[in-house]
T-cell receptor
Framework: GAGVSQSPSNKVTEKGKDVELRCDPI?????LYWYRQSLGQGLEFLIY????????KSGLPSDRFSAERTGGSVSTLTIQRTQQEDSAVYLC??????????????FGPGTRLTVL | DQQVKQNSPSLSVQEGRISILNCDYT??????FLWYKKYPAEGPTFLIS?????DKNEDGRFTVFLNKSAKHLSLHIVPSQPGDSAVYFC?????????????FGQGTTLQVKP
């Protein structure tokens, strides 16, 4: 079956522009996560969606970042007025519901964002 | 403040030998620990995990050891193979968190030489 897919794979933008990154989770996975990996760093949690619950936005670094998940499936991460420090690989993951602490997160290949 | 640390950015071993990757954490409330492997241009893939009630978990060539008193975990790969060359991330969860978010270390790049 299909894994997590993300688009675009690469995005180059100019400082101050808005960007949208898309994630298609594994079918049937109700949990969806966004992380980012800056150069030389580990993965940093951004936001988490679980079913119809309010998302956990505790990892979003500023109010320029937002995300939504439509119909419990596809998610879009939006970065407004991009800054150079936003340059990173943005990774999406999904997991199966109802397995509590042991659910495995499956990652997409990521979107490499470069802000010039 | 970094809650999960992988102090070795890189490691090089000879094929057939043991690879040992280390990870330290700061919060004793963390109770589930995972290792992910990442190849270039791909997302991380789950490798092996361990809960805090155990001190060892083995899966084929991969074994994870947990030392709760030292807040330290390690991943052993025996024997190492060139295909194991990748970036390895340790990650932790805190129970009973309502969110499944993972906290990752910075990663260790493993190179296995033929």
């Amino acid at each position: 079956g299909a894994g997590v897919s993300q688009s675009p794979s690469n995005k180059v933008t100019e400082k101050g522009k808005d960007v949208e990154l898309r994630c298609d989770p594994i079918s049937g996975h109700t949990a969806l996560y966004w992380y980012r990996q800056s150069l030389g760093q580990g993965l940093e949690f951004l936001i988490y969606f679980q079913g119809n619950s309010a998302p956990d936005k505790s990892g979003l670094p500023s109010d320029r970042f937002s995300a939504e998940r439509t119909g419990g499936s596809v998610s879009t991460l939006t970065i407004q007025r991009t800054q150079q420090e936003d340059s990173a690989v943005y990774l999406c993951a999904s997991s199966s519901p109802g397995r509590g602490v042991t659910d495995t997160q499956y990652f997409g290949p990521g979107t490499r964002l470069t802000v010039l | 403040d970094q809650q999960v640390k992988q102090n070795s950015p890189s490691l090089s071993v000879q094929e057939g030998r043991i690879s040992i990757l280390n990870c330290d954490y700061t919060n004793s409330m963390f109770d589930y620990f995972l290792w992910y492997k990442k190849y270039p241009a791909e997302g991380p893939t789950f490798l092996i995990s361990i809960s805090s009630i155990k001190d060892k978990n083995e899966d084929g060539r991969f074994t994870v050891f947990l030392n709760k008193s030292a807040k330290h975990l390690s991943l052993h790969i025996v024997p190492s193979q060139p295909g194991d060359s990748a970036v390895y991330f340790c990650a932790v969860k805190k129970f009973p968190t309502l969110t499944g978010k993972l906290i990752f270390g910075q990663g260790t790049t493993l190179q296995v030489k033929p």
